[in-house]
């Protein structure tokens, strides 16, 4: 096959490149289309591999072979030094297009191909007008030509979003590094969840697991023939960013149970512990002795209860952190001990201690609009 014959398209997105090599494909029936997703400007690497996943779906949906480049993350930190605070489609934002423009030239280069271009042609926060100059320039240095196109002109917009719904994919809510995205969060007053992860890794709401998983199930579902929906919930998400159980002048082990509200230091009362009744994540009555703090909010329980309430078997506190249960099960938890709409701090810890502890508990809550799937089932 001849050089002429092939395009290499840089990938940023599934989003931006899904309508984008659709509308290549028909203004250049007789091209053999080559993705190159490269793009170490995403962050953290959770949400890279996501992106990932969805373009491979969607290069598979098209008939489009794919080529993952090197995700040089550190090299990309390095050649945007100094432009951390550029505001977005700044110099910052320049220097990134230049970065994945320049290595889609150098592989174009390697495979004898001549033309190349990119996706972000297609995304409507992205200045047209720059990429089509830089574009050019690389191009020339290397022999090349660089294609530019409009596809979002004359409704091309609206029809990218509207094949994006269509089929499915993922859209993501930032550009994605992750200076742009902490700015974003700060003007709304938000975290950026997206750069937070858990320590054991659990699959909470809003979290990277929690999106690569719903993404994940959908492909199963397409795999299986399985009818599904994607949809968005609105939730209240908790993050604990800080806690720390102090008995006397020693650090104890401890596990905050979600939606705990913050706690600054305070020293609690006696802890008064009253034998109860209460429902296993099974619905099974469990005998347990819950631990009240007089003149506070605070609740206890030891990791002996936690376990007969979560059917788990964790030695301790830490051994909990470490290997946390299931989000649901610990939302469980809280709706059996206080209720669902509870924000008591909840403890769980080694033994249960009966005298003041001082607790500090950094708590963040932020209502966030989270994808999730519904999936088709039958009653047995």
Not at 238 to 257: A, H, K, P, Q
Request: proline share 3%.
């Amino acid at each position: 096959m001849q050089k002429h014959q092939k395009m290499l398209v840089h990938i940023c997105c599934s989003v931006d490149s899904h309508h984008f090599l659709s509308e290549l494909q028909k203004l250049y029936p007789d091209k053999e289309m080559i993705g190159y997703f490269y793009n170490p400007n995403i962050h953290p690497k959770s949400e890279y591999d996501l992106r990932l996943l969805d373009v491979e779906r969607s290069c598979k949906m098209l008939g489009v072979r794919l080529i993952e480049g090197e995700y040089e993350t550190n090299k990309w930190f390095a050649e945007v030094k100094g432009l951390e605070q550029e505001p977005e489609k700044g110099a910052r934002c320049i220097k990134c297009f230049d970065s994945r423009l320049e290595k889609t030239a150098q592989i174009a280069h390697q495979m004898s191909i001549d033309i190349f271009t990119s996706t972000l042609l297609s995304s409507p926060l992205k200045e047209q007008q720059i990429l089509f100059a830089e574009g050019d320039a690389i191009a020339r240095h290397y022999g090349l030509d660089f294609l530019k196109i409009d596809v979002r002109s004359n409704g091309g917009t609206q029809r990218q979003s509207e094949l994006a719904n269509k089929d499915r994919l993922y859209k993501q809510t930032y550009c994605g590094c992750q200076f742009a995205l902490s700015k974003q969060r700060e003007t709304r007053k938000e975290l950026p969840l997206e750069l937070m992860s858990n320590i054991g890794k659990q699959i909470a709401p809003g979290s990277n697991e929690q999106r690569k998983a719903i993404f994940e199930l959908r492909d199963k579902c397409e795999q299986e023939s399985r009818e599904y929906a994607l949809y968005k919930q609105n939730k209240i998400i908790w993050r604990n960013l800080r806690s720390v159980c102090i008995d006397g002048e020693e650090v104890i082990s401890s596990y905050i149970i979600t939606h705990s509200r913050s706690k600054d230091m305070i020293k609690t009362s006696t802890i008064t512990y009253i034998p109860q009744s209460i429902k296993d994540i099974e619905s099974k009555p469990q005998n347990i002795e819950i631990g009240y703090a007089r003149r506070d909010d605070s609740v206890f329980i030891d990791i002996h209860d936690a376990n007969k309430l979560l059917g788990t078997h964790y030695k301790n506190a830490q051994d909990m952190l470490y290997h946390p249960p299931k989000y649901e099960d610990e939302f469980a938890l809280r709706a059996a001990l206080c209720g669902m709409d509870s924000i008591n701090p909840i403890i769980i810890i080694d033994r249960r201690i009966k005298h003041s502890l001082k607790i500090l508990i950094q708590a963040h809550f932020q209502e966030s609009s989270i994808f999730a799937i519904a999936v088709h089932s039958k009653i047995v």
